[in-house]
Each structure stands twice: as C-alpha cells, then as structure tokens.
C-alpha cells in the first residue's frame, strides 16, 4: 500500500509559529524525508467559509497568503501537491454520500465540534455546513487515500470520525474489496510542539487577541513581540526564584532551543536545561533569557522570510502553483469517486453488465406479451 500524507490550514489569517511548530516544521520534514509516495497540502478555504460566510472577501485574500508561508516553510510544489479545497468539486459528491452513513447525534458528541461550536457563540444558530465538517474532512482525507494525517491531539475526534466513516463504507458497500483507506493520525511527539501558547501567556494564539508571531513577520516585529512577552509575575527582581510553569519564554525554548544555540548565543549556559535550573534557583533575569529567544528566533525565521520575499515578487506563479496542485488532485479526487460510485452500484452509464441485463429483460418481456 502506498504511504500518502494528506494535511492543510485553512485560510482565515497569515500562518504563525504556533502554525509552524506544531505542523508546518515537521510537513517539511516529512516531505523531505522520501518515506512518502505522495503529500497533499491543502488550503480549506471551502471550509473555512462555514464560519466566514459573511465575510468571503476574508477567506479569498488568506488563500495566497498561507501560500506563501507554505512555500517559504519550505513546502516544495515538486515533492508536495499544494492544492486549493473549493476547486476540488469530487469532494462535495464524497461529502454528500458519507453524510447517509452519520447519524445527527454522532456528529453532536464529536469534541471538537462541540468546543468549536461553544468558542463560536454558535449555540442553535450552528450553520449545517460547519456542523457537518467532520463529514467533510473525511472526504478530505479520503480522496486520495491517505493514511497518515498529521494533526494535533485537538482534531484526534476528526481522525476517529473519518475511520468510523471508512468503516461503514467498505462494510456497506465493498466487503470484499475495501475502496476507501483507514487514516493514522501522526501527532506531535514533543510537548512543547503540541499547542504553543500565545506571546501574552493565553493558551491559543489568535489574531484578535494580538498574540501572534507570524512568519512573516520583521526582524523588528519579532523582536518587539518576544520583548514583550509574559514571563512569570512573581520574578520581580533578577534574583528572585522564576518559576517555568506558564512562562511563555520558557514554553517557546522547550520549543526551539538546542545546545548548538547555547554555543552561539548563551555560552554560559551549556543547555536549556542549566539555563532553567539557573532561573528557578534566581539570578537570572528576564531580559537575558528573552534576549536569547530572539536570537534563536530570528535564526530560525530569517530564511523563511528571505524565501517569502523572492516568492511575493512573482505572485502569478504562486497561482499557477495552486493551479497545477489543484488539477492534479482533482484528477485522483475524480478516480476514487467513480470507484466509490461503482461501489454504490449507482455508476449507471458505465455499468455495461447493468444496461445489458435491462435490455434482456425487457426484450423478454416483450416476447411474453407478444405471445398471449
């Protein structure tokens, strides 16, 4: 069986670093790793409009931003399949057919459905189109016969809704002959790249809330941000004890730092782990240890925001890029959707053993009634 990789982002804002440690970094590295046969990225723009549908002109602008913090990530349209959602129109038909196969109150006691509809303020007014994503991102993944969907542990609920979904296809439809593939979720290994907090210590980064590193943020943006950023409020004084839970700095070191790092930037410390024991014990300040962060940060996002200055001055190709991604997945898209019509016996005109049957029959019949 063939390894493919199915993940994406969808386009409401420009990506973040929370974006980057916990799935862009390592898409990277999967692609770049040749373990794979193929990986589609794609934008979910269609998805994003279940909540954004007053607000269109917010999605269409977003799509080629994250496409220029894919591509100056290091996502490669050689090795990697970039592709916009929407123009996928296969995946509305496997929408529509996996909805028979979902019950009202399974998608209701869905967790993150659930949460997402309570940070929504939806409550009765939840518009069927986001209620029902689930079924949609199963179609999503489902296409073209991925097995392996990076996520984090938040969307676990929406990788089991898509196998319950494999599930009951293949046993409905194709016992024999499974069609659709069970995914794995390949989830974050290190902790710090589960879910980083937002620069003011809030648990999420938002664009509302104004806590956001971006990626293509400047070299002064950067530095502002992290100068800035919750630390722990009892370290008043450098020699007071600091505490690391909670204390955002800390979390984006546990994040990005490595001993190579202390060698350039921090040599009185030989690891992060000294430069912890050092702050909790006091006699370290805040400013040094935010100090470093920048430096680490800096290094880190200084090329992707030169590759993203070279992708901006050619826009059209950027387009041309998603263009290309775009008709290529729809080709696989329109493959497994005839098989999973085939397997519903509802690919009528290409059923030549279906229109030979009927044709018997009723010649039959007419023989019948030519004889009384």
Do not use: W
């Not at 970094?25 to 790793?33: A, G, K, M, Y």
């Not at 290091?74 to 038909?93: N, V």
């Not at 943020?217 to 008043?236: G, Q, W």
Request: charged letters at 25%; glycine letters at 4%; proline letters at 5%.
């Amino acid at each position: 069986m063939s390894n493919i990789i199915l993940t994406g982002d969808r386009p409401t804002g420009r990506l973040h670093i929370g974006h980057y440690v916990g799935s862009l970094r390592r898409r990277v590295e999967l692609q770049n790793s040749g373990e794979y046969d193929k990986i589609y990225i794609m934008i979910a723009d269609a998805q994003a409009l279940t909540d954004n549908i007053e607000n269109p002109e917010k999605v269409r602008q977003n799509v080629i931003e994250v496409a220029l913090d894919y591509l100056s990530a290091g996502l490669d349209p050689e090795k990697s399949t970039l592709f916009i959602q929407s123009q996928i129109s296969e995946l509305t038909e496997l929408t529509f057919y996996y909805m028979d196969l979902v019950t009202v109150s399974r998608l209701q006691r869905n967790p993150t459905v659930k949460s997402e509809i309570q940070l929504r303020n939806f409550e009765a007014s939840i518009p069927v189109g986001f209620f029902t994503y689930p079924i949609s991102q199963a179609a999503d993944i489902t296409f073209c016969k991925a097995n392996v969907v990076p996520v984090g542990e938040d969307q676990l609920p929406m990788i089991e809704q898509t196998k319950e979904i494999v599930h009951k296809f293949n046993a409905v439809y194709a016992p024999e002959s499974p069609v659709l593939v069970e995914p794995k979720a390949l989830v974050p290994e290190a902790e710090a790249c589960k879910r980083l907090p937002g620069t003011d210590g809030k648990a999420k980064m938002s664009k509302s809330l104004g806590n956001c590193i971006y990626l293509a943020d400047s070299a002064d943006e950067v530095r502002t941000k992290i100068m800035s950023m919750y630390t722990d409020p009892l370290h008043l004084q450098v020699s007071d004890p600091g505490h690391l839970e909670g204390n955002t700095v800390f979390t984006y070191l546990d994040a990005f730092a490595c001993d190579e790092h202390f060698e350039r930037y921090c040599p009185d410390y030989a690891n992060l782990d000294e430069m912890k024991a050092h702050y909790t014990k006091g006699g370290l300040g805040d400013v040094k240890v935010k100090k470093f962060l920048n430096n680490i940060m800096q290094e880190e996002l200084e090329p992707i925001r030169n590759r993203r200055a070279a992708f901006e001055k050619d826009i059209p190709e950027i387009y041309n890029i998603l263009k290309k991604g775009s008709e290529a997945a729809r080709e696989v898209a329109a493959q497994t959707l005839a098989e999973v019509k085939h397997a519903m016996r509802i690919d009528y005109f290409e059923d030549m053993e279906l229109i030979r049957a009927q044709s018997e029959r009723y010649k039959e019949l007419f023989r019948n009634n030519a004889s009384i």
